[in-house]
């Protein structure tokens, strides 16, 4: 893995923009340069770190919900090349069986990660424990009743980072408290909760909230409801789907007003068809139908899932909210990562950390990705690379 001093790019750091030169060796980020490395000039273009995606089900013709660990890794390159540098792969609801295998083939992937492969950081169960009020586009025979037994089964091999569930359900919060006792973050979606209940999962643990606005009680006056509560405390950090389809861009710029940059958190929630053209595709065991990018089920306005990538996120919340940069790519990288615990690792361009990279045009769009260290898009698009000038660079 060769060393590399990225030269001449605006980089988005946690302490602002600076105009620096990024050392990599080995993996991760350096303070200082290897006289051995090659210099890639990027001639003002952007650096951001790379994108963390917490929600995402598929891409490229691959999906999570399966027992094959080579779909999950055509899905982990398809996303590598958006510039997600990491993700959860995540599963709808279906049978605990089918679950339990789409977990292992998941595992496969986590125990070795690939090159040109977004790394697959863990599995988000979005189900089975969802309220049938508010399927969305998953099939409500699919959904339990909490089952702290059942629970064991899932968290027994290991990898489970996130779950989606409805609080409301009776037994929920004793299965909150388990789960966040395993390291899992918990995320209320699919839910029909009060804000009495929305409350209380907070209370016993839950920090997260599911693409806002969809698939929850709507806010009301007198009664918040689920996406009152989730706004209203400042504990939770909340998913949106910037496409453009599944939020009306008013209400992202709400959601980023109350929540701000450091709890407004982007995902793409993509399935298998993304970057495909429009035709027939699976969710899970469910056929959805992609027409002009939209993903609904067959004869319904239902959506289901998208077709967004990270890339296309981060340009469309720039353009909704009349953000910053710096604050989209926090919201892209350093807010997940948070999330997860590994803002150790990820989500930032600082010395110690894993060498993940996006680089943008001043338009914004994607022309390189470098992940932990090697790149997986655009490696010879920038200027010169010489390795003689980096024994006089600093």
């Known amino acids: 893995m060769a060393a590399l001093t990225l030269r001449g790019g605006r980089v988005v750091t946690p302490e602002g923009v600076r105009e620096r ?81 789409a977990e292992e083939a998941i595992r496969a992937v986590i125990a070795a990660p690939g090159e040109g492969e977004a790394a697959v950081l863990g599995i988000h169960l979005e189900g089975p424990f969802l309220s049938p009020v508010w399927p969305g586009a998953m099939e409500a025979r699919h959904f339990l009743a909490p089952d702290p037994q059942l629970v064991e089964r899932l968290l027994e091999g290991g990898g489970v980072r996130l779950v989606t569930l409805a609080p409301e359900l009776p037994g929920a919060l004793e299965l909150i408290r388990r789960f966040v006792a395993a390291g899992v973050v918990v995320s209320c979606g699919h839910t029909d909760a009060t804000y009495e209940q929305a409350c209380a999962a907070v209370a016993a643990g839950a920090r997260a909230a599911t693409h806002a606005f969809n698939a929850m009680r709507p806010l009301h006056q007198r009664e918040p409801g689920m996406l009152g509560g989730l706004l209203d405390l400042p504990e939770v950090t909340c998913e949106v789907i910037c496409d453009g389809v599944h939020v009306h861009p008013a209400a992202v710029r709400l959601l980023h007003r109350v929540k701000g940059t450091a709890r407004t958190m982007l995902v793409t929630d993509a399935i298998e068809a993304t970057g495909l053209s429009d035709g027939a595709y699976r969710l899970g065991d469910r056929t959805v139908a992609v027409r002009d990018g939209r993903a609904t089920l067959p004869g319904s306005d239902t959506i289901a899932g998208s077709t967004l990538t990270m890339d296309r996120a981060l340009r469309n919340v720039v353009a909704f909210c009349d953000v910053t940069v710096e604050q989209a790519a926090r919201m892209a990288a350093t807010t997940p990562a948070e999330l997860l615990g590994i803002a150790d690792r990820r989500g930032a361009i600082e010395p110690g950390l894993d060498a993940d990279v996006v680089v943008l045009e001043p338009d914004l769009s994607l022309v390189g990705v470098l992940a932990r260290g090697a790149w997986v898009r655009g490696g010879d698009a920038f200027g010169d690379r010489r390795r003689e000038r980096a024994a006089t660079s600093s």
């Open 21 to 101: 030169d990024v050392h990599v060796r080995g993996g991760r980020f350096t303070a200082d340069a290897d006289p051995a490395a090659e210099i890639v000039e990027l001639d003002g273009r952007w650096l951001l770190p790379g994108f963390v995606d917490v929600h995402v089900h598929g891409g490229g013709g691959a999906q999570s919900n399966t027992a094959d660990p080579g779909e999950v890794r055509r899905m982990a390159r398809f996303h590598a090349q958006h510039g997600t540098t990491a993700l959860l792969a995540t599963t709808v609801a279906g049978g605990v069986e089918e679950l339990l295998v």
